[in-house]
């Protein structure tokens, strides 16, 4: 049985977050997509920074396109972090959520400390490959602090980050865990800060976009080219009251305006949400519209709008989602589907998992596969194509049947 495979299967099947490294193996019909991501990326890592918003209904593919983006921009150097319903209207908790989202695919616990403690032993090595030995004296701490201020980062970054560094040449892990919880927001007592040298904590707007400098220029400092940052379901923030959501658009317009004065550099932001979410002149984009007419008359390194509406995915794509989906169950699970699809049963799937009202598209993408899914399951587990066909042909008629109740009312 094959682990990777198998949790990208119950990842599509519970409709939970896709394992990293999955996104490409299963997105279809979202070519010019892709290479619109691709083109962003290629600029950021040549010292440039962008945003892109995609927008589309639920079910439409916008998830797994964010997920694109952070591999690709993983392939190409830079570190992904990822935030489901980032709390923009309070910059504080964004920056811990941004912090808390970083990914590490090759590490599953706390990212930062990982990364750090990467870090600072490559740090240590290039020290002593200059002769100086490792230790907590003057001249080594020196050496140290020299190689971080290369960075500038702001003070208190500086002295965290040198401090972790001492920390971890004195084996000291406790010590290294409460400058990252600093780092990351959590609460830290004045004293520890104190033996820390640390003056203050990240507790206003201002201190949390500095600090979001500090994250990019900590990105170069430990290889990456720089950060691809995807805010996903945007849409929520209609939820909040209007004075709230209000704050949370200001938070949008500054990393938009910092992104365009240059001010983060190397960064990609995604911004991912509904067509109903911009739209909104009430509690959507439009009711902010310093941002909303900055993003529509924006024009990004592409050449394309940075605003990017997604269509439905053509059915003509049934084939080809079918076969990787299926390649993918077939190594999860030590079993052959191959032979129980037939190109009679292949169109009776595709004709039933097709929409009826908007040009025959697919319009739920996240619906058909989490159908295929559950008819591959059913295949496992003995019954017939046939039998499996009617299961999946009855449940997706009430889909169809709540489908047309919604059209029409």
């Not at 990822?82 to 209207?89: G, K």
Request: glycine share 6%; charged share 25%; proline share 3%.
């Amino acid at each position: 049985m094959a682990v990777f495979e198998e949790e990208v299967i119950r990842s599509l099947r519970n409709g939970s977050d896709l394992t990293f490294g999955a996104a490409r193996k299963i997105l279809v019909g979202r070519d010019s997509e892709t290479e619109i991501i691709q083109k962003d990326i290629s600029f950021v890592c040549n010292g440039g920074s962008a945003i892109r918003v995609f927008l589309g209904d639920y079910g439409t593919g916008k998830t797994i396109l964010g997920r694109i983006a952070l591999e690709m921009g993983l392939d190409y150097g830079l570190l992904p972090i990822y935030v489901s319903e980032p709390p923009l209207h309070k910059p504080v908790e964004t920056y811990q959520a941004i912090i808390n989202g970083l990914i590490t695919p090759e590490f599953s616990g706390d990212s930062l400390y990982y990364l750090l403690s990467q870090w600072s032993e490559k740090v240590i090595i290039e020290i002593e490959s200059r002769g100086i030995q490792r230790g907590n004296d003057a001249v080594f701490m020196e050496r140290i602090n020299e190689k971080i201020l290369d960075f500038e980062f702001t003070n208190d970054f500086n002295m965290a980050i040198s401090a972790f560094i001492e920390y971890h040449v004195a084996g000291s892990e406790i010590e290294k865990k409460k400058i990252v919880d600093w780092m990351s927001g959590r609460k830290i007592s004045y004293n520890e800060l104190k033996n820390m040298k640390i003056t203050r904590r990240v507790d206003n707007k201002e201190e949390s976009y500095l600090f979001l400098k500090d994250i990019l220029k900590l990105s170069k400092a430990i290889d990456y080219q720089g950060v691809v940052l995807v805010f996903d379901e945007l849409e929520l923030m209609q939820n909040l009251r209007s004075n709230v959501g209000i704050k949370g658009y200001e938070s949008l317009r500054v990393i938009l305006d910092m992104i365009s004065a240059k001010e983060l550099p190397n960064l990609y932001s995604v911004w991912l949400g509904t067509p109903s979410w911009f739209e909104n002149p009430d509690k959507g984009v439009k009711s902010y519209l310093a941002l909303f007419d900055r993003l529509k008359t924006e024009v990004s390194v592409t050449s394309e709008s940075t605003v990017r509406f997604l269509e439905p995915v053509s059915p003509e794509v049934f084939e080809v989602i079918l076969n990787n989906l299926s390649q993918i169950y077939e190594k999860a699970y030590n079993v052959k589907l191959k032979k129980s699809i037939t190109s009679e049963l292949e169109n009776a799937l595709k004709e039933r998992l097709v929409s009826p009202f908007h040009g025959n598209n697919f319009v739920e993408m996240r619906q058909v596969v989490k159908s295929l899914i559950e008819f591959f399951d059913l295949l496992k587990d003995g019954l017939s194509a046939s039998e499996s066909l009617k299961i999946i042909s009855g449940k997706n008629e009430n889909d169809k049947n709540e489908q047309t109740v919604e059209f029409w009312t």
